[in-house]
Antibody, heavy 122, light 106 residues
Framework: QVTLKESGPGILQPSQTLSLTCTFSGFSLSTYGMGVGWIRQPSGKGLEWLANIWWDDDKYYNPSLKNRLTISKDTSNNQAFLKITNVDTADTATYYC??????????????WGQGTLVTVSS | DTVLTQSPALAVSPGERVSISCRASEGVNSYMHWYQQKPGQQPKLLIYKASNLASGVPARFSGSGSGTDFTLTIDPVEADDTATYFCQQSWNDPWTFGGGTKLELK
C-alpha cells in the first residue's frame, strides 16, 4: 500500500525559508524509474507543479520558482524534501507530495499525500 | 509554458453523460492525465496517458484525445461524482495543470 504524508511549519513569516517533508511508504526512491513530485494549491484555486526528484537524484524545477526551490531526498528514511526560500504571502497554499508513475515514456502523479497547509503571514 | 484550458463549471443530472474538455495551447502527444478532487481532499488520479483507467477507478470514467484536445467522459454520472476535475500534461516542460472544471449535479 502506497502512502505519502506531508509535514511543514504551518505558519511562517515573509522572507523566511519554508521546509517541507514528505514521508512515504510502499515504495522506494532508490527503485529504478521512481520519482516524487511537489505540487501546491492556494485555497480555492488550481494546482501548480513545483519540482520532481528521481531515483537517480535527477531534479526538475518549475522555472517560475526555480531560483527559490531546492528538492532533495533521504532514501534510507523514505523521505523527500522541498525548501522554498524568501517566502511571500503568495506562497500561502496547501502543499502536496505525490509519487510519480510512468508508462511508455509518460509520467503522472499516481498517489498523493493529504497535503499540508502553509500560511505566510507577518 | 503549455496552457491547459478547461471550462470552469458544468451542471448535469444523475444518470446523464458528461464530457469535460481540456485544450492545450500546444501539442502534448498523449501525455495528458486527469484527476478528481473533492472538497477538502487531495487530488485522485482517474486517467493516465489520455485514455488509460487508473486502478480502482470505475469504468464509468473514460478519457480520449491526443495532440491538443482531450476529453474526460463520465457515463453515467452519479451523485458521488460531484468534484473538480483537473487535466495535467507531462509532455512539455514545465508540467502544467488546467484550471479545473467544477462538476455539479442538478
Amino acid at each position: 500500500q502506497v502512502t505519502l504524508k506531508e509535514s511543514g511549519p504551518g505558519i511562517l513569516q515573509p522572507s523566511q525559508t519554508l521546509s517541507l517533508t514528505c514521508t512515504f511508504s510502499g515504495f522506494s526512491l532508490s527503485t529504478y524509474g521512481m520519482g516524487v513530485g511537489w505540487i501546491r494549491q492556494p485555497s480555492g484555486k488550481g494546482l501548480e507543479w513545483l519540482a520532481n526528484i528521481w531515483w537517480d537524484d535527477d531534479k526538475y524545477y518549475n522555472p517560475s520558482l526555480k531560483n527559490r526551490l531546492t528538492i532533495s531526498k533521504d532514501t534510507s528514511n523514505n523521505q523527500a524534501f522541498l525548501k522554498i526560500t524568501n517566502v511571500d504571502t503568495a506562497d500561502t497554499a496547501t502543499y502536496y507530495c505525490a509519487r510519480i508513475d510512468y508508462y511508455d515514456g509518460s509520467h503522472w502523479f499516481a498517489y498523493w499525500g493529504q497535503g499540508t497547509l502553509v500560511t505566510v503571514s507577518s | 509554458d503549455t496552457v491547459l484550458t478547461q471550462s470552469p463549471a458544468l451542471a448535469v443530472s444523475p444518470g446523464e453523460r458528461v464530457s469535460i474538455s481540456c485544450r492545450a495551447s500546444e501539442g502534448v502527444n498523449s501525455y495528458m492525465h486527469w484527476y478528481q478532487q473533492k472538497p477538502g481532499q487531495q487530488p485522485k488520479l482517474l486517467i493516465y496517458k489520455a485514455s488509460n483507467l487508473a486502478s480502482g477507478v470505475p469504468a464509468r470514467f473514460s478519457g480520449s484525445g491526443s495532440g491538443t484536445d482531450f476529453t474526460l467522459t463520465i457515463d453515467p454520472v452519479e451523485a458521488d461524482d460531484t468534484a473538480t476535475y483537473f487535466c495535467q500534461q507531462s509532455w512539455n516542460d514545465p508540467w502544467t495543470f488546467g484550471g479545473g472544471t467544477k462538476l455539479e449535479l442538478k
